[in-house]
């Protein structure tokens, strides 16, 4: 199952993604679309990919301990989700006009939209265990929920976008290792 760096990796999934669709137009330059957040200041960025909020999802019932080879248990993974805000950078020194804002927005919603949904194994190859894909989804907010994320970092609202991804596993490092069989016997009854 994934590793803890699945979050970070999610992240730059999306950053990628939308650098290499966005650029050079809407965006001229792919250094231009970050993971930051809008709390951020003396940055000169167009585009921030903003992870607000993680998590755990509890309604999943797991196992207490799953096999992990021959002679171990493990705790199993555990599904998270992860919410994104993609903002234009209100600090930016672009001089966007309204239209210029529109035309990111729109775009960044069409790739996101395209680009639906992720497998685990491409974010870190190692991964031997099949997982369900990571979806993209838009996440349901209303207009006040969408206020209240921009008041918390202390900035005035503006017209962003905002996203699901899930389910995101992650691993644990719990182990426990099971005594290997050194004595068998076995009876049987005939009638």
């Known amino acids: 199952m994934a590793d803890y760096p699945i979050i970070a990796d999610v992240s730059n999934y999306i950053v990628r993604t939308l650098r290499e669709k966005m650029c050079p137009e809407p965006i001229p330059s792919p250094n231009n679309i ?21 998590r755990e999802e509890g309604e999943v019932a797991v196992p207490a301990m799953v096999n992990s080879g021959r002679t171990r248990l493990r705790r199993p993974s555990r599904p998270y989700s ?13 001089g966007l006009k309204g239209g210029d804002v529109q035309k ?3 775009r960044a919603a069409q790739i996101i939209n395209d680009s639906s949904a992720v497998s ?22 209303s207009l006040e929920d969408k206020v209240r994320v921009w008041s918390a970092i202390n900035k005035p609202y503006q ?25 068998a016997e076995f009876r049987l009854n005939i009638q």
């Open 104 to 106: 990111i927005i729109g």
């Open 34 to 54: 970050e993971v930051s957040t809008p709390a951020d200041s003396d940055v000169d960025y167009i585009l921030g990919l903003y992870l607000y909020d993680v």
């Open 159 to 183: 017209v962003s976008l905002f996203y699901k991804a899930a389910p995101v596993f992650l691993s644990s490092e719990v182990f426990a290792d099971t005594p290997r069989v050194i004595d």
């Open 120 to 141: 685990p194994r491409t974010l870190q190859s190692w991964l031997e265990d099949d997982e369900p894909p990571i979806i993209f989804s838009p996440a349901r907010m």
């Open 82 to 94: 992860l919410y994104y805000m993609l903002f234009l950078n209100g600090s930016s020194q672009m």
